[in-house]
């Protein structure tokens, strides 16, 4: 492992505990991330509950992400949230380009594009989605619909110091229970690392790339072993601070 990339798990509540049941549920992340080393814990709560999640993590070594920005720090803008608004949340972090995004928000990928460079621009890590559908797997087009993806953001991330992270979410694994195996993970990884290691190596070296899609404690160990997977997004079992917590430990062997 690269001492440059520690591996990160990062839980996305998703829409789920946007109100008060958001703080019991970060102080379960504070109690077993205090216990760890060597592991970067960040959660990703809904923007109605980042204020009390930043005061309930405040002081541990739990980060703080939103779930999605608009691209403009301020402006007539009406529902959204800006890279500088997150950021005075106590955001270190934020996703950018998840899969339910792109699906059902139409996020395309300049869109994503210009998203991490504003959060990059707002001195936020972006968290940036990639992966393909079901029917592009059977087809036979995974790796060119991932390059792709990467592809659109390449230049913006190889423009930055900031070691960005991006997550390798199948679509069809995502909240279905089905995860793609170590090899079919580790396959996608390894081809990420070579397209970043062709625009820098540099770059290659200090991007963490996650696996996301139904990641749970049964199933963390063996896909956080892969050579090319520094760490996890995890949706369902972030919910769970025993899940969680369980998958976190799983990467401290890395
Ligand atoms: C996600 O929301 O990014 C995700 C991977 O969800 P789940 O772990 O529930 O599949």
Redesign the pocket.
């Known amino acids: 492992m690269n001492p440059s990339r520690t591996p990160l798990i990062a839980g ?1 509540w ?1 829409m789920f505990h946007g109100g008060e049941s958001s703080v019991p549920l970060a102080a379960g992340v504070v109690a077993f991330a205090k216990e760890l080393s060597n592991v970067d814990v960040v959660v990703a709560p809904p923007f109605t509950a980042l204020a009390a999640v930043s005061a309930e993590i405040d002081g541990s070594p739990v980060g703080l992400a939103g779930q999605n920005l608009y691209p403009k720090p301020e402006g007539a803008f009406t529902g959204e949230i800006s890279g500088p608004f997150l950021k005075q949340c106590g955001c270190g972090w934020v996703i950018v380009g ?1 899969s ?1 995004r792109r699906q059902h928000f139409n996020e395309t990928d300049p869109i994503v594009a210009d998203k991490v460079a504003a959060a990059l621009g707002s001195g936020l890590v972006p968290i940036v ?1 990639v992966g393909e559908t079901l029917a592009q797997r059977e087809g036979g087009e995974t790796l060119r619909v991932v390059k792709a993806q990467v592809e659109a953001f390449l230049d913006v991330i190889a423009q930055s110091a900031v070691a960005v992270a991006i ?1 390798y ?1 199948p679509v069809w ?4 229970g089905k995860t793609a195996g170590p090899a079919e993970a580790e396959e996608v990884h390894a081809a990420i690392r070579t397209w970043l290691a062709n625009k820098d190596p540099k770059l290659a070296e200090r991007t963490r790339i996650l696996y ?4 749970k404690a049964d199933n963390a160990a063996a896909l956080l072993a892969c050579p090319n997977v520094d760490g996890a ?6 919910l769970d601070p025993g899940s969680f917590g369980a998958i976190a430990r799983a990467a401290q062997a890395k």
């Open positions: 996305n998703k998840h339910e989605c997550a979410e694994a995502i909240g279905t996301g899609g139904s990641v997004l995890v949706g369902g079992a972030s």
